[in-house]
């Protein structure tokens, strides 16, 4: 008896000890990742921070480093971010409901499905091309704020769809069936009972797949959006930039003063994601209805 | 709270009274076809057995689906099982005044050899531990339980009385031993009714109280 | 209206499979009116799948298909042109896992009616007031309708669902397992509440507890393996089965 207790004290010691052992690995390798982050963005800071004044948001872009602002470029994210979510979010949202509540299991459903999946991987300069051939030149939108938008559009849609379908798949099956059991038709049933349970998942995901956008340039380079424009959009066919674009187009210049122009408009980037990551996270406090399944 | 079970006890309670209340009659009507020397309706209390019969089947085939049906517990297992013994304690009864009723046939066919005192008497006090021992069970009364128990002995005292009287008619007259004995058979059969209204009433102390006095000295 | 005791369901030779797997096996039987049927049967044996035959709730799945005839009042809920969302109507449903809706007390009732042309208002309430005290839960929730539904007890919740059922004022209440995920009390509430019902309306029960088809029904049918095995008055099957596996299962003797 005293023996076998024995070698059940060594047996726990040894776990005890390998336990320790992998939460600090797992420790390390946190601190590995947000040390990474903390250092770019520190870097970022140090180099832009003094940049940042209000005449640097409310001047057009200049040759000279120390007069250019980024106006037109936080004007034409904004412009372009609005009109995405415009596009994207009802189709992206009713595609979602299609495929999730509607569509029987067939084999093109089932095609379908796997070519979404698929386009949420495509690289986005692969949008940008499609952009520029459907929207700047068979449509003839040309370089515009319509064509930017239409793009990125394409480009967060699969993932709004992902996300949506999943949001909606996260309401319990029995509600629908509580539903349909009172005589409730599926579009009832749909929209009394699942979207609003789904709502916050939809959105959630929604302005994480904006986040995603808002940051790209390459779609917006390949569809030829300018670079130095020194005047706001006034509609949807003007050409119009955009921050990512903007910063590209400074640090590639060699003057050291674009150099720090970039990190302050990296700056105020970062700060209209936070902002938009404190609305999704907001909306959802709001929206959660306590669910208790 | 207030079961649909109760409303199906409350049922069979009913049924027990009803076939209670049917053998009361046929002992009564047994005794009174002897002592008025009515053979008529000594036939129609023999006809009648079979009635108590049905109900005795009734009511053991109410008392199984609800002990199948409702799984019963402590004082409701106790209160149907009770029913079905008391059943058939009543449907032996029932049997017993039919043979009185046979037995006062056969003696309605000859003279009567004296007058019948003792039996009536022996008959209502019967039919009085009958009654109580019913009540006993409808009430949940023990003291009145406890009382029939008690009162067996007087018809025990009495079944001897009229033994040792009938005897003595025997040794007189020999022509009188046929109905002597039949008399004799009544008081049997009367005594033994007076035993079943007991058995009932020690039922009723099991069924109120959950303790066994049968077979044990008390 | 036909008499409590005649035929509400009559269903001939009904088969059901999902995708390849046959899952009810040529079952006949007739519920009758205004009574209580259960049914009764190890899992997976078919029962549930029955029950969601009668209101076509089993459309909802996807590669299930029915053959068959089941008729509600002499009338086939699978003839072509009948509307499933008709039928769901007249015929209610309550499921083995209290599922309220997460809105207000109030609004799990009323949204039957409102789906089906009420307008909010006088008459609204007065029609999730008698609901609830249908379902023998009104004096536990009258002071706190607007409260979140989903906070009531698993016994509450249950009551609630069928109150909702009652709402759309049914003909007959098909219940799948409802007192599976309650304690005894709130089981022993739901039983007396069938038991009221019954009054009213057509009840068929689905339960696992076999002492509950015992206690509560007037008809009970025994399903084996997607076959309907027996069927009769519950007095008879519960005392004197006339097949020898309804006898076995309901013994415990069962495999």
């Known amino acids: 008896m005293s023996l076998q207790t024995a070698a059940l004290e060594r047996v726990i010691v040894r776990r005890r000890y390998a336990d320790r052992l992998f939460r600090i690995c797992a420790v390390l390798m946190l601190l590995i990742a947000i040390g990474t982050l903390a250092t770019l963005l520190v870097d970022v800071f140090m180099a832009g921070a003094g940049r940042l004044s209000w005449q640097f948001v409310s001047s057009f872009p200049s040759r000279k480093p120390e007069q250019a602002g980024a106006l037109s470029a936080i004007v034409g994210t904004l412009y372009m971010m609005t009109l995405t979510a415009l596009f994207a979010f009802p189709i992206g949202v009713a595609s979602a409901i299609y495929l999730e509540e509607y569509a029987r299991r067939t084999w093109y459903a089932r095609v379908i499905e796997v070519n979404i999946a698929n386009l949420a991987g495509v690289p986005s300069i692969i949008y940008g091309l499609l952009g520029l051939e459907l929207f700047v030149r068979a449509m003839r ?68 797949a904006f986040s995603r956008a808002i940051g790209e340039a390459s779609p917006l380079i390949t569809i030829g959006a300018l670079t130095y424009i020194a005047f706001l959009p006034d509609s949807l066919l003007s050409p119009f930039t955009a921050l990512p674009i903007q910063i590209f187009n400074w640090v590639s210049r060699p003057q050291a003063g674009f150099h720090v122009n970039a990190a302050a408009a990296i700056l105020v980037l970062l700060v209209i994601l936070l902002l938009m990551n404190a609305a999704a996270v907001y909306l959802r406090q709001r929206y959660q209805k306590r669910l208790s399944f | 709270m207030e ?174 031993i046929t109905r002597a004995i039949r008399i004799t058979f009544i008081s049997k059969y009367l005594e033994r009714i007076a035993d079943h209204a007991t058995n009932i009433a020690e039922l009723v102390v099991y069924l109120v109280e959950g303790k066994i006095i049968r077979h044990t000295d008390t | 209206m036909p008499t409590a005791g005649e035929t509400a369901f009559d269903i001939q030779n009904l088969n059901c499979w999902y995708g390849d797997r046959q899952a009810l096996f040529n079952i006949s039987l007739s519920i009758p009116d205004r009574r209580i049927t259960a049914l009764i049967g190890p899992s ?41 969302i008709s039928i769901r109507y007249r015929i209610g449903m309550v499921f083995q896992k209290p599922n309220p809706f997460p809105k207000s007390i109030y609004d799990n009732i009323a949204y039957g009616p409102l789906i089906w042309g009420v307008k909010r208002g006088p008459q609204l309430d007065a029609i999730v007031e008698e609901s609830l005290k249908k379902a023998a839960i009104w004096d536990e929730v009258k002071d706190k309708l607007q409260q979140n539904a989903q906070a009531l007890s698993g016994g509450q919740q249950q009551r609630l669902c069928i109150a909702r059922a009652l709402a759309v004022e049914p003909e007959a209440l098909l219940l799948d397992e409802p007192c599976s995920a309650l304690d005894p009390i709130a089981t022993a509430k739901i039983e007396e509440l069938l038991l009221a019902l019954k009054k009213t309306y057509t009840i068929v029960i689905v339960t696992h507890n076999m002492q509950q088809a015992a206690r509560v029904s007037d008809v009970t049918g025994f399903f084996l393996l997607g076959e309907l095995v027996e069927f009769g008055e519950t007095g008879q099957i519960f005392t004197n089965p006339k097949d020898r596996r309804t006898e076995d299962y309901i013994t415990g003797r069962f495999g």
């Open chain 1, 141 to 208: 939108f040309d370089r515009s704020l319509l064509s930017g938008s239409l793009t990125m559009a394409l480009l967060v849609l699969p993932i709004i769809i992902i996300s949506s379908r999943e949001a909606l798949r996260s309401v319990p099956g029995s509600l629908r069936e509580g539903s349909y059991a009172l005589g409730a038709s599926r579009w009832q049933t749909i929209w009394h009972q699942v979207l609003p349970l789904a709502f916050p998942g939809i959105l959630t995901g929604s302005i994480l």
């Open chain 2, 3 to 176: 079961r649909h079970f109760d409303e199906e006890l409350k049922a069979l309670k009913e049924q027990i009274l009803q076939m209670g209340a049917l053998v009361e009659a046929q002992i009564a009507n047994a005794i009174k076809s002897l002592v008025e020397r009515d053979s008529d309706l000594a036939r129609l209390t023999i006809q009648n057995d079979h009635k108590v019969n049905a109900m005795d089947v009734e009511i053991d085939d109410a008392s199984v689906r609800l002990i199948a049906r409702h799984q019963p517990m402590a004082k409701d297992l106790r209160f149907i099982t009770t029913a079905m013994k008391i059943s058939s304690e009543l449907e032996r009864m029932s049997d017993l005044a039919e043979n009185i009723a046979e037995r006062a046939l056969e003696l309605n066919e000859e003279p009567q050899l004296k007058p019948y005192i003792d039996i009536p008497r022996m008959a209502e006090h019967a039919q009085r531990m009958v009654k109580e021992a019913l009540d006993a069970f409808v009430n949940r009364n023990v003291e009145l339980a406890w009382k029939v128990i008690h009162d067996d002995d007087f018809i025990d005292g009495l079944t001897h009385q009229i033994f040792r009287e009938l005897v003595s008619f025997m040794l007189e007259d020999q022509h009188t």
């Open chain 3, 44 to 84: 997976g044996c078919g029962k549930s799948t029955f029950i969601r035959c009668l209101n076509r709730i089993n459309d909802l799945i996807a590669g299930c298909r029915v053959e068959g005839q089941v008729l509600y009042k002499k009338e086939n809920l699978y003839a072509p042109g009948i509307e499933a």
